[in-house]
């Protein structure tokens, strides 16, 4: 499935609908609801990122990230730290639990490429870039364990984050696959599953 790709940074005009959107209003790509939060640009947007942890299940860690123009800009600079990884953990978190650690949601070749918001609907394309004359490749090689933590890092993230997104596309350079990398199948939009998240909270 190929999606026409629109443009990833809204202009001015319509960052004010997606803040009218926020009071009820119609939203560019549809309906905004009561759960989506938006904060100031620049200032601090506390998201849930949920990190692959040693084992079998995610680690939802509250992050700050600075808050973009609009709710795409902020939902790809989601997805963007969960690429880059969790780095040293700010001051006054939880510890992890012994022997746990935790770890970027994907190989370090892949990169995002672009990202859409319509209708709930996150449409997240992601591309794999190799050092070299711009060498590209369909997919990273992934086993089913890492590749399952993979997804629902996205997933559990974007739809946890207070940003009106309700499922999740996957897409490599442009196009929807049948699966993520061989065993997740991705063939339709995505709802989080919070029993991969190691010990689940409401608040997430």
């Given amino acids: 499935m190929r ?27 549809g309906e905004l609801d009561g759960d989506v939060e938006l904060v100031p640009e620049g200032e601090d947007f506390f998201a849930t990122l949920c990190f692959p942890a040693t084992g079998e299940l995610l680690r939802c860690v509250p992050r700050a990230i600075p808050a973009a123009a609009s709710v795409e800009e902020t939902a790809a600079a989601i997805v963007q730290a969960l690429i880059d990884g969790p780095g040293p953990a700010p001051v006054g978190d939880d510890p992890p639990e012994p022997g746990e650690e935790i770890f970027p949601a994907l190989p370090p070749a892949v990169g995002l490429q672009a990202f859409d918001l319509v209708n709930g609907v996150a449409y997240v394309d992601l591309t794999v870039a190799q050092a070299g004359p711009a060498l590209r490749f369909e997919r990273p090689a992934m086993g ?34 049948l699966t993520f990398a061989g065993h997740v199948d991705t063939s339709r939009p995505l709802l989080p599953d919070l029993d991969r998240n190691a010990e689940p909270s409401a608040d997430l």
């Fill in 3 to 29: 999606r026409p790709r629109s443009s990833l940074w809204p202009l001015a005009a319509v960052v004010l609908l997606v803040l009218l959107g926020a009071c009820g209003r119609d939203d560019v790509d």
């Fill in 144 to 177: 089913l364990r890492d590749e399952l933590l993979a997804v629902y890092s996205l997933v559990n993230s974007l739809t946890a984050s207070n940003l009106g997104i309700e499922r999740v596309v996957l897409m490599w350079n442009g196009e929807q696959r």
